[in-house]
């Protein structure tokens, strides 16, 4: 019985931990237009200031107010210094707040990509590659940018390893057929976008 007891205010403290995380950050979002990922960072950050108060001193409401007082300096001066001017640009304020995340890299190059704009796409998209390589779409769009780009060689190595880690990307066969094409191999950029026009078929 005691087993079911001390899980059962596991669950509610941990439940209670994540309503308190997803709600500021809901509540930031939703009043804000701020996509802030590092708020369970600023939550850690306040338990830690928090606990440091309480050890000083011994008195807990006092611990309280300046672990929100810190952490209300810290989130201000992140503001002033990088979210407020990516007002409304939430893929931005991602990338700002969280920068090694592959997937928020992958679709800022695949958005720079769309508006023509391959250089600034190439280096978002060499990102995400760096920080997960087994993605067929973030190589097929990463040789998109290449070839964009002018770098045809490093586009048709690029699409080679997303048609290698997913066969049935036509997209890949397609533009890996225009690199070769450029490069003056007509035979193998035959084959490719036979290939794609085949797989683009059966979709």
Do not use: C
Not at 37 to 42: E, L
Not at 150 to 157: L, T
């Amino acid at each position: 019985m005691e087993f079911w007891i001390i899980q059962t205010f596991n669950g509610i403290s941990y439940g209670a931990l994540l309503f308190l995380l997803a709600g500021g950050l809901t509540l930031i979002f939703g009043m804000m237009r701020i996509v802030n990922m590092t708020h369970g960072s600023y939550y850690l950050l306040g338990g830690y200031v928090g606990l440091t108060v309480i050890w000083r001193t011994g008195n807990f409401v006092l611990a309280i107010l300046v672990g929100a007082l810190a952490i209300a300096i810290v989130g201000l001066a992140e503001y002033n210094a990088f979210l407020k001017r990516l007002s409304g640009q939430e893929l931005g304020q991602v990338l700002t707040t969280r920068p090694n995340d592959p997937e928020a890299n992958y679709f800022m190059g695949r958005t720079l990509l769309s508006l023509n704009r391959a250089p600034e796409a190439m280096r978002y998209l060499t990102r995400a590659v760096d920080l997960d390589g087994s993605q067929a779409a973030y190589h097929l769009y990463f040789g998109w940018a290449a070839l964009d780009g002018g770098a045809i060689e490093r586009a048709e190595e690029e699409l080679t390893r997303a048609i290698e880690l997913d066969p049935t990307q036509f997209d890949a066969y397609w533009k890996r057929g225009e690199a070769r094409l450029r490069r003056g191999l007509a035979r193998d950029a035959r084959d490719d976008l036979e290939r794609a026009v085949s797989h683009g078929l059966r979709r």
